[in-house]
């Protein structure tokens, strides 16, 4: 797909994506980040531009784009969700250990090489894959599962330096 192709795709389909996914979310803003991802993917896999199937093609990758989002969400929700409440119960009253834990988790991290820290935290609190990671830090799966291990390790060691 050349440029010329991309852009009549863009401008045929964008709005009608756009709408569709706003139809099914009523979040005006993610609606235009979802449909903004699908054009995206769309032009880094070169798809070639075919009438009838592009359109079609686009909308399948809108819907599935839109339930991965979901999914990862109610995940997201239910993780946050389930820390907040065993915090709340476990520290109940008692402020200054979750302070003081935090205080070593903190610690934790900033011992961390950067190359670790980055990929850890990409990995567990953006929720992305080693696949995603990778891919937005131009490396390796390998490298990136090499890295989020070795801080694994390093956060392991540290908390039995602690105890």
Request: aromatic fraction near 12%; hydrophobic fraction near 35%; glycine fraction near 2%.
């Amino acid at each position: 797909m050349n440029k010329q192709e991309f852009k009549c795709c863009f401008d045929d389909y964008f709005d009608a994506i756009r709408n569709y996914l706003y139809y099914r979310s009523g979040d005006a803003e993610l609606s235009s980040d979802i449909a903004q991802d699908v054009f995206m993917k769309l032009w880094e896999k070169q798809i070639p531009f075919e009438n009838g199937r592009t359109k079609s093609l686009l909308y399948k990758m809108a819907a599935d784009s839109f339930v991965s989002h979901i999914r990862k969400s109610e995940i997201k929700s239910r993780h946050m969700h389930s820390v907040m409440l065993s915090f709340d119960l476990e520290n109940e009253g008692n402020d200054s250990k979750l302070a003081e834990r935090k205080k070593y988790y903190e610690e934790a991290l900033n011992v961390l090489p950067e190359k670790q820290r980055t990929a850890f935290l990409m990995n567990k609190i953006e929720g992305l894959t080693h696949k995603e990671i990778a891919s937005r830090l131009d490396l390796s799966v390998k490298a990136i599962e090499k890295r989020i291990s070795k801080a694994f390790a390093s956060l392991r060691k540290y908390v039995k330096l602690l105890k």
